[in-house]
């Protein structure tokens, strides 16, 4: 992974080095449970163990030169750092993902920690901005067209609410990949089953019934968990990004004091931040694709072509995730809001964000059914519609429309009619949705 879109925590979790230490983790757990069965008599100490040196670029050597195995590259240099006496039992009656997979587990777990951390710490950022724009009324819009105002904070809100449901999956799946297996090269334990429950027991994991491998639908299931949390970033992202045009205007990304937006253009401040994640989430999203194909092609108890794609997909889709949720979260701190050009924006169809209100007071003072109401409205709102978008004065106002239609003004007063313009009464729920989100 690219180090510019990487933080140094999640990418240490996903380095060889740690890689290969959660391999010795496993090494170690299976020898102390043969000790602790009576398998294996050993009287010294295990204070070795702190002493071991791991150096990935030495076992990527002897892989590359000697033995074409990664596992066995890693116990050749492992051996002659253990005991005399330890050494015929390491890695006995093992299949190398028996460590490998049990590594992986422990690894997504750690992952999932640390992304359950900047879920949280981005929620937060959500929140802050939510309650600081509660009543900021905006147009709301559907198919990128304008339909009925909200507030700026019920947007936000909607956000923090998804984003608290991939909080509650990431929460589920650091217990679902916390699983491991030592029964051997296709799974009929060719040691002692009580080794696995006790390794298991000592890494905190859960043992689970294999064949050589564990079942790919738990690494299916914790990429698609990120693909769905990485789908979200990019949804909001994209979001922010229209919200930041020039003919909106509603937000702006924050842009340093000598930052430069274009080579050629001065005056250009883009949303690059939103740009880059809408950008990299697509990556994380193709990545669950592959995860797919890995659990679906696994021949019968064990084929390699899912090794090579986890390698990189998996690390790879955690190191963006986490860099994404933190970049988001520096975006929605830092973000400029501009309340007056929201309104601005809900006035731009000079009133027909109000036409359901005046459909439905129609409706009822007339008696007409429905439908008869709807096209009745809608086709002076078109007609208003058309000439705002030909820049016409006439009947460009919906209000002075309607009060200038006779058949509206037979059912209708002046009050009447006037009183659905009324942004007040359109967000007097805001309260109850802020109550069910934040509680």
Not at 70 to 87: C, G, K, M, T
Not at 284 to 290: E, I, K, M
Not at 332 to 350: A, C, Q, S
Not at 407 to 436: A, G, P, W, Y
Request: with cysteine.
């Amino acid at each position: 992974m690219l180090e510019r879109y990487s933080r140094k925590e999640m990418t240490g979790i996903w380095s060889e080095r740690n890689k290969f230490l959660r391999w010795l983790s496993v090494e170690l757990a299976v020898l102390r449970a043969r000790q602790h069965i009576g398998e294996l008599i050993y009287d010294g100490s295990w204070d070795f163990a702190g002493e071991i040196r791991i150096d990935p670029e030495e076992i990527n050597r002897i892989e590359k030169e000697i033995t074409g195995h990664d596992v066995i590259a890693f116990l050749e240099h492992l051996s002659p750092q253990f005991p005399e006496e330890l050494r015929p039992w390491l890695h006995r009656g093992l299949t190398s993902y028996d460590v490998g997979d049990t590594a992986l587990s422990m690894q997504m777990r750690e992952s999932v920690r640390l992304l359950i951390e900047g879920i949280m710490k981005l929620m937060d950022a959500v929140r802050e901005k939510a309650l600081e724009y509660k009543y900021a009324p905006q147009i709301g819009r559907t198919h990128g067209v304008h339909a009925e105002p909200i507030t700026f904070g019920v947007k936000l809100a909607n956000w923090y609410d998804e984003l608290h449901r991939h909080r509650d999956r990431l929460i589920r799946l650091c217990s679902v990949v916390a699983v491991g297996k030592i029964s051997g090269a296709v799974g009929m334990y060719t040691i002692d089953p009580k080794i696995e429950e006790l390794v298991c027991e000592e890494l905190w994991l859960k043992p689970v019934i294999a064949t050589q491998i564990i079942a790919r639908d738990i690494a299916a299931e914790y990429m698609s968990v990120l693909g769905i949390v990485a789908a979200t970033i990019g949804k909001i992202a994209t979001n922010l990004r229209l919200l930041s045009k020039t003919e909106i205007g509603e937000v702006m990304e924050p842009f340093g004091r000598n930052q430069k937006g274009s080579s050629a253009m001065p005056h250009k401040k883009n949303p690059i931040g939103s740009e880059n994640l809408s950008g990299l989430m697509r990556v994380v999203r193709a990545n669950v694709q592959v995860a797919l194909e890995n659990l679906a092609t696994c021949w019968d108890e064990r084929s390699l072509d899912n090794s090579g794609p986890e390698r990189v997909i998996i690390p790879d889709s955690s190191i963006l995730l986490d860099y994404a949720i933190d970049r988001l979260t520096g975006i929605i701190e830092k973000m400029r809001v501009f309340p007056g050009r929201m309104l601005i924006n809900i006035d731009h169809t000079k009133g027909l964000v109000f036409s359901q209100d005046v459909m439905m007071l129609v409706a009822e003072k007339s008696g007409l059914p429905r439908e008869e109401a709807h096209t009745l409205i809608r086709d002076i709102a078109l007609g208003c519609w058309e000439n705002q978008a030909k820049g016409l004065a006439v009947d460009f106002d919906f209000l002075e429309a309607l009060l200038a239609n006779d058949i509206v003004m037979r059912f209708v007063s002046e009050k009447d009619l006037k009183s659905c313009f009324n942004l007040t009464k359109k967000l007097q729920h805001v309260n109850h949705i802020f109550d069910k989100v934040f509680g």
